[in-house]
């Protein structure tokens, strides 16, 4: 039986080189490769080559799928861009985890022992979660809080260790981020609770707020920040500016002002009740549904018993014709057109008359045993 596996890796800060192209074309003839990208899928086999060192050596992005359940999603950032220290702690475990190199950063999120999703062949996935790279470098830490829930998910920490602080924004979560949370398959319920002690995200700089601070900054950092604009391919120039902007304008890492959660065992408290909550929310939806759905068909019903109103006679004369063809079938209709004529007769209040008219047909087919053993299974 074939293994299906995705891999696909982007560069976004530089183009390859022609060298480095030919390199990786060595590794499999299959593969995809251009200045920016590598990709590559199995049916049998695997890649012939360790996908880290891959990533290390020359992209920024990585995604694996597997048809057995397995995901990873892997970033690598420069060191000097980001506080490590702050995202070693949220990436601490097996499923979401950091390493670094003597100028880099890898971050990476995996899941696996998912159900298999043979519908899922990995290739929307790059497209949809390579955003997070550059709200990681602009100091939006929410993607790599939602890797620390992620191994809480997964039983890695204990209820006693303390919960580390809830990036602001975790109720506004944006298209890249609910990506993540599909492709890792983030247990609902944890997002909520967190959510519940996150600041509302601050809105972005407006044009006036960067011309404001370009023109404050001095004249030799103006034209090194230029000159890097110049010479460096891809965003990493430009989420450098902003993280910098930010950091100076304090609209990053600025102090929670909702309660925190102390320890993590609060914070699976307060999962349990937002689950809880969905389940009492979604039994009363259920029920909801079931009450409009019982009054729709009361109300079709209604309406079908008033046109059958004019077609009674018509209804008697077709039920006898179906008794006297002696089989399963006709018997069932026959008895389905004696209940919408009893149901008619209670909603006209004109049960005796139905009950006369009953008590002939089964007088006229006393001998037909079996059609009046349906009636009394009818209630009949």
């Known amino acids: 039986m074939s293994e299906y596996q995705y891999y696909e890796f982007r560069s976004l800060d530089r183009e390859l080189t022609d060298r480095e192209v030919d390199a990786l074309e060595a590794i499999s003839t299959r593969a995809e490769v251009t200045p920016t990208s590598f990709t590559n899928h199995y049916d049998w086999g695997d890649l012939k080559a360790d996908p880290f060192k891959l990533l290390e050596k020359y992209f ?6 597997s048809d057995w359940g397995t995901r990873r999603f892997c970033l690598r950032v420069p060191k000097a861009s980001i506080a490590h220290e702050q995202v070693q702690r949220l990436l601490d475990g097996d499923h979401a985890w950091m390493s670094q190199s003597r100028q880099n950063l890898v971050l ?3 899941i696996s022992e998912l159900d298999p999703d043979f519908a899922d062949d990995g290739t929307r996935w790059m497209q949809a979660l390579v955003p997070l790279r550059s709200d990681i470098l602009r100091g939006d830490f929410r993607s790599l809080y939602l890797g620390w829930l992620l191994c809480l998910q997964n039983e890695e920490f204990d209820d006693g260790e303390p919960a580390p602080p809830v990036p602001a924004g975790l109720g506004e979560l944006s298209k890249p981020l609910r990506s993540l949370i599909d492709f ?5 319920d944890l997002i909520e609770a967190a959510a519940e002690a996150s600041e509302p995200l601050k809105a972005g700089p407006d044009r006036k707020q960067l011309h404001t601070w370009v023109r404050s900054l001095p004249e030799q950092d103006k034209n090194r920040l230029l000159v890097t604009a110049l010479l460096q391919p891809g965003e990493n120039w430009k989420n450098q500016i902003l993280h910098r902007f930010h950091l100076e304008n304090r609209l990053v890492d600025s102090s929670p002002k909702k309660p925190q959660f102390r320890t993590i065992g609060d914070l699976r408290s307060s999962a349990q009740a ?18 409009q759905l019982k009054a729709l068909e009361a109300e079709n019903r ?4 008033d046109l ?3 077609w009674q006679d018509a209804t008697w004369t077709t039920i006898f014709a179906l008794i006297e063809k002696r089989h399963a079938s006709p018997y069932s209709q026959a008895v389905r057109l004696l209940i919408d004529l009893r149901d008619l007769a209670v909603r006209q209040r004109q049960e005796p008359t139905f009950q006369s008219k009953l008590q ?4 006229t087919h006393s001998a037909n045993k079996k059609f009046l053993k ?6 009949l």
């Open 60 to 65: 920024d992005t990585f995604v694996y799928v």
């Open 108 to 110: 990476g999120f995996e």
């Open 184 to 188: 890792l398959q983030v247990d609902q």
């Open 274 to 291: 937002c689950g809880q909550r969905r389940a009492e929310k979604n039994e009363a939806r259920r029920i909801a549904e079931q009450a």
């Open 302 to 305: 209604a309406r079908y018993l």
């Open 308 to 310: 059958l109103a004019g």
């Open 360 to 363: 002939n047909l089964r007088q």
């Open 374 to 379: 349906r009636l009394t299974v009818a209630g």
